[in-house]
């Protein structure tokens, strides 16, 4: 049995907005690599209506706007990951987006579903927080843009309605003494979602930690911008004292839980504090150079 009954394939985002404005029981589509698999296994209510919003040539853009990186939200992960100035300028979502899924799952996968699908430890949402991006939203009432926190409500809860769309992300470029980086922890047979990622931004001056942002997943019911870890780091050199005071902010901050089929919490209190030092150390690092990105090999 069919878990939908009509597939619209829109041309323009207006045309997506009237279909899911005229039809109550209908729901997006991008990738479908969430989607498909919730109706399949009877994880998500069935829908009457799919609306395949591959079609639509805005949502496919990507393109250097000023000191911004426009990245449409339904851009595949693997045409996401081969375009340089990603690599360049926003290194920890390059290095998030190769990490997702393999191969066959990248080609079709987009950002816009890894944000929509509201999970606290995405690993593209996770990066994006790092990177301070806001999200365009294309709604009946017109479009807005957003911080992308506003799009949780909770767990695998998103705050966006039905009728609004993700249209894009717009990713602030990261300029010289500026980095990022990316880092995640999986169960070796694991393919779907991190036992435990982290995404650091940070600005260089000198010997000193100027500014940073830490997004932390999964470490509370959305993804977790670690302010008072920030708050231990900014304006302090990386050395071991100014470690251990962020480490115990990280501790006393985050909510590290115990998931039955992942991890305790005991191993995610470990583990977070191991990511932070190697995530901050790698972005440090990077900001010796002009920002020209990472050389990882993308997972097969
Ligand atoms: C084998 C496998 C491995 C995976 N590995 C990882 C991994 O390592 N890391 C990770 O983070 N995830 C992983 N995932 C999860 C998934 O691939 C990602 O979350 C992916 O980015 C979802 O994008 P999609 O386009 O396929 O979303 P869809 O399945 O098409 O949509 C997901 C949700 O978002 C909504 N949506 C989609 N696009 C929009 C939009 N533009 N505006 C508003 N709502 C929208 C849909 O209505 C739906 O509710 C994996 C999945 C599989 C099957």
């Known amino acids: 049995m069919s878990n939908w009954t009509f597939y619209h394939l829109p041309q323009t985002i207006e045309e997506a907005l009237a279909i899911l404005q005229n039809e109550p029981h209908s729901k997006v589509i991008a990738g479908g690599t969430d989607l498909l ?29 000023d000191d911004i990186l426009w990245v449409g939200a339904g851009v595949p992960l693997n045409r996401l990951i081969a375009w340089q100035p990603v690599r360049q300028y926003a290194t ?76 894009a992300f717009q990713v602030p470029l990261s300029r010289k003494g500026e980095a990022s980086a990316f880092r995640r922890v999986m169960r070796p047979q694991g393919v779907a979602i991190a036992i435990q990622n982290m995404g650091i931004w940070l600005r260089r001056e000198e010997d000193i930690i100027a500014d940073l942002r830490i997004a932390v997943g999964p470490a509370g019911p959305i993804p977790f911008r670690a302010h008072r870890t920030e708050e231990a780091l900014r304006g302090k050199p990386l050395s071991e004292v100014s470690l251990a005071n962020a480490e115990n902010a990280l501790l006393s901050e985050a909510r590290f839980r115990t998931s039955p089929h992942r991890a305790t919490a005991e191993y995610r209190i470990h583990l977070a504090g191991v990511l932070l030092r190697q995530t901050l150390q790698i972005a440090w690092e990077r900001t010796e150079k002009e920002p020209e990105g990472s050389s990882l090999l993308v997972k097969g």
């Open 37 to 65: 698999l919730e109706l399949q296994q009877g994880r998500h209510a069935p829908v009457r209506t799919l609306v395949d919003l591959t079609q639509i040539a805005e949502l496919q853009r990507l393109e250097v706007v």
């Open 92 to 167: 920890a979502l390059f290095e998030a987006a190769s990490l997702i899924g393999g191969p066959q799952v990248r080609n079709v996968a987009t950002l816009g579903g890894n944000v929509a699908h509201a999970l606290p430890a995405a690993d593209g949402a996770i990066a994006l927080l790092a990177l301070d991006a806001q999200v365009v939203l294309a709604t009946p009432e017109g479009n807005r843009t957003m911080p992308l926190l506003s799009c949780y409500a909770g767990p695998a809860k998103t705050a966006l309605q039905r009728t609004e769309i993700i249209t």
